[in-house]
C-alpha cells in the first residue's frame, strides 16, 4: 500500500480563491509527522507546514492551513487567497520511525496546482 | 531552518563518467539526506548520511553506484559512478533540524543530464 497518497495530479484554482490538495497517509505509528512542501519550476524543495500526530489543533502558517483529520488519516493542505506565485508542485510528506529507532520521510506523487489569473 | 547549498546547479555528463555532487550546510546537524527525483516523479531516498558512519542506503541504491561522504557536521558528497542516462534526474540534499518537528530542508538541488 501507498504509504502517502496525493489523488488530484493537478488542479486549477481561481486567483484570490482558496483551494484544498488532498493528502491520505498510511501508518501504524503512533508518533509520526506530516509535512508539506512546495516545488516551483526552479527545482527547489520549500517547506510549506508541519503537523505532528499528536498536535490537537491543524497547524496554520500564513496562507496556508493542513486540515489533519487523524481518524481519516488525511492531511490536507488550504491556501487561501491564492496567489500566480502559487503555481507549483505540492507534495505531501511522512515521517515515521522504524525498527532500529530509524526515521524516514516518504514523499506523494505531488499535486500540479495552476493559478489562474 | 537551515541554508544548504549545492554544486553543482546543473551538469551535463557523457555516459560511463561520474560526478560528485557537494551539499554544505551552515550550521551543524546530525541527519544528512540524499534523494533522487526523476523527470516527472516524486522524491525517492537514496541514502542517510550520518556523520562519523557508514551511509544507510535504502532498497534499490547502492554504495557502489552511489558512494557517499560525510567528514563533518557541515558537508556532505554524492557521488553517481558510471552514469547511463537512467541516472538524469535531479539530486537533492536536505538536513534535518530538530525544531520539535525534525523539519528536512532541502537544498536547490543539482539538476543532472546523462548523454
Known amino acids: 500500500a501507498q504509504k502517502i497518497t496525493q489523488t488530484q495530479p493537478g488542479m486549477f484554482v481561481q486567483e484570490k480563491e482558496a483551494v484544498t490538495l488532498d493528502c491520505t497517509y498510511d501508518?501504524?505509528?503512533?508518533?509520526?509527522?506530516l509535512f508539506w512542501y512546495k516545488q516551483p519550476s526552479s527545482g527547489e524543495m520549500i517547506f510549506l507546514i508541519y503537523?505532528?500526530?499528536?498536535?490537537?489543533q491543524n497547524a496554520t502558517e500564513g496562507r496556508y492551513s493542513l486540515n489533519f483529520q487523524k481518524a481519516r488519516k488525511s492531511a490536507n493542505l488550504v491556501i487561501s487567497a491564492s496567489q500566480l506565485g502559487d503555481s507549483a508542485m505540492y507534495f505531501c510528506?511522512?515521517?515515521?520511525?522504524?525498527?532500529?529507532?530509524?526515521?524516514?520521510?516518504?514523499f506523494g506523487t505531488g499535486t500540479k496546482l495552476q493559478v489562474i489569473p | 531552518s537551515a541554508v544548504i547549498s549545492q554544486k553543482p546547479s546543473r551538469d551535463i555528463c557523457q555516459r560511463g563518467t561520474s560526478l560528485t555532487i557537494q551539499c554544505q550546510v551552515d550550521?551543524?546537524?546530525?541527519?544528512m539526506f540524499w534523494y533522487r527525483q526523476q523527470p516527472g516523479q516524486s522524491l525517492t531516498l537514496i541514502a542517510t548520511?550520518?556523520?562519523?558512519?557508514?551511509?544507510?542506503?535504502e532498497s534499490g541504491f547502492v554504495i557502489d553506484k552511489f558512494p557517499i561522504s560525510r567528514p563533518n557536521l557541515t558537508f556532505s558528497t554524492l557521488t553517481v559512478s558510471n552514469m547511463s542516462p537512467e541516472d538524469s534526474s535531479i539530486y537533492l540534499c536536505?538536513?534535518?533540524?530538530?525544531?520539535?518537528?525534525?523539519?528536512?530542508?532541502f537544498g536547490p538541488g543539482t539538476r543532472l543530464l546523462v548523454l
Open positions: 536536505s538536513v534535518e533540524v530538530p525544531q520539535g518537528s525534525e523539519t528536512q530542508y
Open positions: 501508518t501504524s505509528d503512533q508518533s509520526y509527522g
Open positions: 503537523q505532528g500526530s499528536y498536535d490537537e
Open positions: 510528506a511522512m515521517r515515521e520511525g522504524l525498527p532500529g529507532g530509524y526515521q524516514k520521510v516518504t
Open positions: 550550521s551543524q546537524v546530525t541527519m
Open positions: 548520511a550520518n556523520q562519523g558512519s557508514e551511509a544507510t542506503y
